[in-house]
């Protein structure tokens, strides 16, 4: 038996030498020497069950990975040379296909790789091209930015020259209104030449005497004639009390306006204001437009408090807190006339219908009357306690209307120089005061937002009284028809009153104190400004 094992052994070790050597991990087979014994000593059943179960082994191995890791201490498995060379063949099989699927996967690889180089190289050109027009456009914007710096030394005189013949224009506008209302008028001038005349030299028996001044002008009986209906508007065209909305806004100055007055009879405004200049604008027509200024006037040291036309509409007169009245030529845009006559700030300014007479107040309790063409004042009215607010002129007549912080108005005969009518009704201090309705009915308001109605003829209390407060009522106006009366509050608004039925209605939009407030020429418009530096137009 040793003898048969020593043989098989020596017949197994050449075949499994080789294998042994490159896969020192895998045992030597023993099968064969296990058939040979089992066939020799004649046990063939149980060499039959020893194939049996040997082949079945072997085939379960084939589906299992060869073995990697060393057996268990004491275990001998020794494959055979077929099994083994399968599973070789099997993994070799399964590196084949990776090696195609790695094939595959290069060549794609490669096929994107020269994609992308394509693509890169198309972009690199696009790149390229959108650096040389952004290049291009650099130069073309440097070459613009230099003809637009050759252009705007004219650009600016073009705009200068625009708003030299727009001012023109409007002036040209004035002077020929003018020159139409006094031909028209020349016929009754004539007339009532000589009833002037005769007036004149009746009052003047009553004058006291006083120092003439060679170029002193005398004392109208009337101002200049003038169509009362055109002035006083037509009443059936009245708007009513709620039909006014806010049309636009204007941005007239940095710093509160303290007064706005409106040329007679054109779209033409005029703005006073604390940073010591005032504005003349032109109002547009409609909402997509913005005011323009076409004047502007700086002369005075310290703010100023009102502005008002000459009649003719070719001066504005100003009033101002470093205690001077100026007189402005709007032609040639410049000041022609300054009156230094009152010692405290002067706040008011008015005009007599012939155009040569200015009236103003101020704080040292007085107003006072400047003859344009002797350029000196003709009349010092002392009356007031305290600060006279406002001066207004009845139309068409030489009766003056005045206002105090003192809480009463008084009515001035300019010929005589004397007091005719005082109105004692006001519990607190007057802010301003003006005539309207026929000039019978004088409206006045007060620091309280009291709002008095008073009749000429019966100065001795008022006809009706509207509570406008608590805050101030700064200025009141009529309207051309002299039905409708605008107020100006501190507290925001602009309040709308009907004179007959004393019905208010109130205007929000200012969002700061309104300063000043009046009508156009046809009574459809209202314009306000206030600290806020913004004229509102209503319509």
Same mark, same amino acid.
């Given at each position: 038996m040793e003898t048969t094992k020593m043989s098989v052994a020596s017949t197994s070790a050449p075949l499994f030498g080789t294998f042994k050597e490159e896969h020192t991990n895998i045992p030597e087979a023993v099968d064969d020497f296990i058939r040979n014994f089992l066939q020799k000593i004649g046990l063939s059943r149980t060499l039959d069950c020893f194939?049996?179960? =040997? !082949?079945?082994?072997?085939?379960?191995?084939?589906?299992?990975? &060869?073995?990697?890791?060393?057996?268990?201490?004491?275990?001998?498995?020794?494959?055979?040379?077929?099994?083994?060379?399968?599973?070789?063949?099997?993994?070799?099989?399964?590196? !084949?296909?990776e090696t195609n699927h790695f094939k595959e996967e290069v060549l794609s690889a490669g096929d994107s790789l020269v994609r992308l180089q394509r693509d890169r190289d198309?972009?690199? &050109?696009?790149?390229?091209?959108?650096?040389a027009d952004k290049s291009r456009l650099m130069e073309d914007i440097k070459r613009l930015k230099k003809r637009l710096a050759a252009y705007e030394p004219a650009l600016r005189q073009l705009d200068d020259k625009y708003e030299a013949a727009l001012r023109q224009k409007m002036l040209l506008g004035l002077e020929s209104e003018r020159i139409q209302n006094n031909l028209n008028a020349g016929l009754l001038l004539d007339k009532t030449r000589t009833k002037m005349e005769r007036r004149t030299k009746k009052s003047s028996a009553q004058l006291p005497t006083l120092p003439r001044h060679p170029k002193d002008t005398e004392f109208p009986v009337c101002s200049r004639p003038v169509n009362l209906q055109r002035a006083q508007g037509n009443p059936g065209e009245q708007k009513s009390l709620n039909s006014f909305n806010l049309f636009y806004s204007i941005k007239a100055?940095?710093?509160?306006?303290?007064?706005?007055?409106?040329?007679p009879g054109k779209k033409i405004l005029a703005s006073a204001s604390d940073d010591c200049s005032w504005r003349l604008w032109a109002l547009p027509a409609s909402r997509e437009k913005v005011g323009q200024m076409v004047l502007t006037g700086e002369g005075h040291s310290d703010w100023l408090s009102s502005c008002s036309f000459h009649p003719e509409g070719t001066k504005l007169a100003t009033t101002s807190g470093d205690t001077t009245v100026k007189l402005w030529d709007l032609f040639c845009g410049r000041c022609v006339l300054t009156f230094s006559g009152h010692s405290q700030p002067t706040w008011g300014c008015s005009f007599?219908?012939?155009?040569?007479?200015?009236?103003?107040?101020?704080?040292?309790?007085?107003?006072? &009357? =400047?003859?344009?063409?002797s350029q000196r004042c003709r009349l010092t009215m002392r009356r007031h306690t305290a600060s006279v607010n406002s001066v207004c002129f009845q139309s068409f007549s030489n009766t003056l209307l005045t206002c105090s912080a003192d809480k009463t108005l008084a009515l001035w005969d300019i010929r005589l120089g004397v007091c005719t009518a005082s109105f004692v009704g006001h519990q607190h201090p007057c802010n301003h005061a003006t005539l309207?309705?026929?000039?019978?009915?004088?409206?006045?308001?007060?620091?309280?937002?009291?709002?008095? &109605? =008073?009749?000429i003829r019966r100065p001795a209390s008022p006809l009706r009284t509207i509570d406008a407060g608590?805050?101030?009522?700064?200025?009141?106006?009529?309207?051309?028809?002299?039905?409708?009366?605008?107020?100006?509050?501190?507290?925001?608004?602009?309040?709308?009153?009907?004179?007959?039925?004393?019905?208010?209605?109130?205007?929000?939009?200012?969002?700061?104190?309104?300063?000043?407030?009046?009508?156009?020429?046809?009574?459809?418009?209202?314009?306000?400004?206030?600290?806020?530096?913004?004229?509102?137009? =209503?319509?």
């Open positions: 194939e049996v179960e =040997w !082949y079945s082994s072997a085939q379960k191995l084939l589906t299992e990975p &060869l073995l990697t890791a060393p057996p268990p201490p004491g275990a001998l498995v020794i494959p055979d040379a077929l099994t083994h060379k399968q599973l070789l063949q099997s993994e070799l099989q399964k590196v !084949y296909t198309l972009h690199r &050109l696009h790149c390229q091209k959108l650096v100055h940095a710093l509160p306006i303290s007064c706005i007055s409106q040329l007599h219908s012939c155009g040569h007479f200015l009236a103003s107040c101020s704080s040292d309790k007085t107003a006072k &009357l =400047w003859d344009l063409n309207g309705l026929g000039e019978e009915v004088v409206a006045s308001c007060d620091t309280r937002g009291i709002v008095n &109605l =008073w009749d608590p805050l101030s009522a700064n200025q009141v106006a009529f309207n051309p028809s002299r039905k409708m009366l605008a107020i100006a509050s501190s507290d925001s608004l602009v309040r709308l009153v009907d004179v007959d039925s004393c019905k208010v209605s109130s205007l929000s939009g200012q969002r700061d104190s309104v300063q000043s407030v009046t009508f156009d020429h046809t009574g459809k418009t209202v314009m306000s400004a206030g600290s806020n530096g913004l004229i509102n137009v =209503w319509m």
